[in-house]
């Protein structure tokens, strides 16, 4: 059979989209550990939440809420996308960019997944189905509709008039912010198996840094649309082809001239900018987003363990293993804590300076799948089931 993406949602189960059984017998199931018993220091108050449709269900998708001008936009895996008020979650506009298929039958989900981003006068969005949306924030209608050259698993990144979407078949493509016309395509290979996500672009000084599925970070010039360096951080080793998957997932982090990225079975490593030469590395993977902050690094390793390490060679600083398996979001900081969600729908609040428990909550029983999105003096994340819930600390 032939392998391309794969699921894996917390090292749990796989799930292959050709539709073969990866497994020929029963398997050791990784145990989710329980719930860690927490005295809240304090309490984070619910503002308010609002449905938007279906969310994902038990699907793979990178949808989470955007924010910009005091306007919160999210959107549903079928196509709902509405802009609330980010002080009482009220409605503004709301659309449904499903395929109207006829007056008698189910309309053909847009299968939206490649995340919500909001930038000036409009809202973008990717989908499966290889289709990048731009919308004007003002009410939501369609300012232009592109075809991209693959499905859009991770969320547009809009940089020097351009739009940058990562596409499942590895390639990065720039479209014009005004008009979605494709200005340049680079190729970034992709291994004959891989785990179901992309990397989406940082950008800094002209230059699009994104992870690829081969285990390489590349570097690419906006204006040109060409590669000016890559760098391997993970090297596919092992008995099994699980071992063996590379993929750089997560969105580099370019900070004082630095870029820091993980791959899934390789390394945490810190570049160098201009070069891409490898200035450290550390034994952890992951494929989830991290924070770089006042020095330190926090992230999620692959067994769920939330970690902090210094950006001066990554020593470890503490490390909290109290939520093993529980398939956590990645991480944020929000007014001085460090925030995941889980699959169970708590969101845990963590002490920055020694990764203990200061706060934990029970939100929503779909549970939790993209991180939190710090929206000025509020906290928002979308759980599974498609409520959005804001929070203030």
Not at 165 to 180: I, R
Not at 187 to 215: C, H, M, Q, W
Not at 263 to 273: T, W
Not at 362 to 382: H, M, N, R, W, Y
């Amino acid at each position: 059979m032939e392998l391309r993406k794969i699921l894996l949602p917390g090292l749990i189960s796989v799930t292959l989209l050709s539709g073969c059984s990866w497994f020929s017998g029963e398997e050791d199931v990784v145990k989710m550990s329980p719930l860690p018993k927490v005295e809240n220091q304090f309490t984070p108050e619910k503002v308010w939440s609002t449905s938007v449709g279906d969310g994902v269900g038990e699907f793979y998708s990178n949808l989470h809420p955007a924010w910009a001008d005091n306007t919160v936009y999210a959107a549903d895996r079928h196509g709902l996308v509405k802009a609330l008020n980010s002080g009482d979650g009220s409605k503004k506009w709301e659309v449904d960019l499903a395929e109207k298929t006829g007056f008698f039958s189910r309309n053909r989900s847009a299968l939206l997944s490649g995340g919500v981003t909001a930038d000036g006068a409009h809202v973008y969005l990717g989908s499966e189905r290889a289709q990048v949306y731009a919308l004007n924030s003002s009410d939501g209608s369609i300012a232009w509709q592109a075809k991209a050259a693959g499905e859009v698993l991770s969320r547009p990144v809009v940089s020097d008039g351009l739009v940058l979407v990562h596409t499942s078949n590895g390639m990065l493509q720039g479209l014009d912010q005004n008009s979605g016309a494709i200005k340049w395509s680079v190729n970034l290979d992709v291994p004959a198996l891989s785990l179901r996500g992309e990397s989406a672009p940082a950008t800094a000084f002209g230059a699009a840094i994104v992870g690829g599925d081969n285990g390489r970070v590349s570097a690419v010039i906006m204006n040109q649309g060409q590669i000016i360096w890559q760098q391997r951080i993970s090297q596919p080793t092992g008995a099994t082809e699980i071992d063996r998957l590379a993929d750089v997932d997560m969105t580099p982090i370019v900070d004082n001239g630095v870029v820091y990225a993980l791959a899934y079975n390789g390394n945490l490593s810190a570049l160098d900018l201009r070069s891409g030469q490898i200035l450290w590395k550390r034994e952890i993977g992951s494929v989830k987003d991290m924070v770089v902050d006042a020095g330190r690094i926090y992230l999620v390793d692959q067994d769920d363990r939330v970690i902090a390490l210094s950006t001066e060679g990554g020593v470890t600083i503490w490390r909290q293993s109290d939520l093993l398996h529980r398939i956590l979001t990645s991480p944020v900081l929000y007014n001085g804590y460090l925030v995941v969600g889980d699959s169970e729908g708590y969101l845990h609040w963590i002490n920055t300076t020694d990764g203990r428990f200061v706060a934990q909550q029970e939100v929503d029983s779909s549970g939790f799948q993209t991180e939190p999105v710090v929206a000025s003096d509020k906290l928002l994340i979308q759980a599974k089931g498609g409520e959005v819930y804001a929070f203030t600390r």
